[in-house]
């Protein structure tokens, strides 16, 4: 790090402030995201951690060297989710075993999800390990938790972590054992010594995907999961575990349990980083509400990712952010102007300071395009063009949308204005509202001010629509 570059502070959710980040060992900065269970396509909220973390990822690659950071996401790709939906094509005449048709699904959505996170401009972390890769760290792990008293075989196949076998369970989320138990469904089962025991490791049926351990065939608790793969990848002890907010109990705190118990001190992710949840214009996204989105199904509607990668970021990662077409929209003017504005220029040799600055401060990323949009205002594009592709904006990768043929609209805004004062004469708006109408329906949105008349495409705008007007 040279003397100019800003430092970076963080919030540590284990900690509950923020501080200065100072890495481990500055020549190999390692992150540690939890990734999805591949089962489906990734909703809106899936990616939401996804776009705030990958912005991190670029910021220690400018000030640590892309050649000293370490960035892992894991795939879940054995669960009981993924069965039940290869479970449901087997039912409904799919060729093949269930295992090939659970192999087949995980392949399938894994895909799906590289794409779709592409597509929003993510760059892909050095290391993406699948969980059935890591399965005989995994039993490695078990066995020495075991030995030193920390987890227990309940003789039918199932080993179990012993939560009281490790004293700081809780210090995460700032919540006692009681608390826990009585805010969440705990699963009680007869071979829990305690009730909020958890497992490492299950049976498997024949036809389900499984493992010989010395347990008998069986396959892995999620938790155990992420603690062998990135002590696999990253060592006992590494600098950055991040997170959406819904993971911090059960899965972080088990994580941390299972992890310090193995490593035999109070070693593991040296912060907590986790993001707020996601709503859609203003209500929790639920199928049951209809406004439950996968990102392809934005994509398929004509949003463009970097549309959908600009409003995430709008909003700082530790508040709630809500996702609405007005946004969108606004995101995609705002970008067309800036793509204009840069339109080929070279990129300055760094990101404007204040740029900086913000995303160093807890990566405010809201901050951040506060200041892209003074730059553009100021005309400075060169620096608007370097400090936006530091957010990972106005790359070439993400800029196909943006390419398509310009309209010229400043007919069809004349035609408008000068119906508008015609009307404000004959007291006739039988005319403004055919024109705003119509203009509507061809993707455009329509703003009338006293300064006059503005056409703004927006992200459905078909030119073909205003044929004959």
Known sequence: MTTTTPAIKLHNTKTRKKSEFTPIDAKNVRMYLCGPTVYDRAHLGNARPVVVFDVLYRLLHQIYGADHVTYVR??????????ATALARKEAGAAGTLEELVQERTEETIGWYLSDMGKLGALEPDHMPRATQYIG??????????????????GAGHVLFSVKSYDNYGHLSGRSVDDMIAGARVEVADNKRDPM?????????????????????GRPGWHIECSAMSQDLLGASFDIHAGGNDLMFPHHENEIAQSCCANGDDSFAKVWLHNEMLQVEGKKMSKSLGNFFTVEDLLAQGVPGEVIRFVFLQTHYRKPMDWTEKKAKEAEATLRKWRALTAGIEPAASAAAAVLDALADDLNTAGAIAELHKLASAGVTAELLASAQLLGLLTDELGDWAKAAKVDLSNYEHHLSKARQSAMETKDFSEVDRLKTAYIAAGLEVRMSKAGVELVPGSDFDPAKLEGL
């Open 137 to 154: 760290q995994m039993i490695t792990m078990i066995e020495d938790l075991i030995a030193k008293g920390h987890a227990y075989a309940d």
């Open 197 to 217: 025991d958890f497992v490492l490791w299950k049976p498997s049926t024949d036809d389900l995907p499984g493992w010989d351990s010395p347990w008998g065939r």
């Open 74 to 83: 894991n795939f879940t790709d054995v669960d009981d989710k993924i069965n």
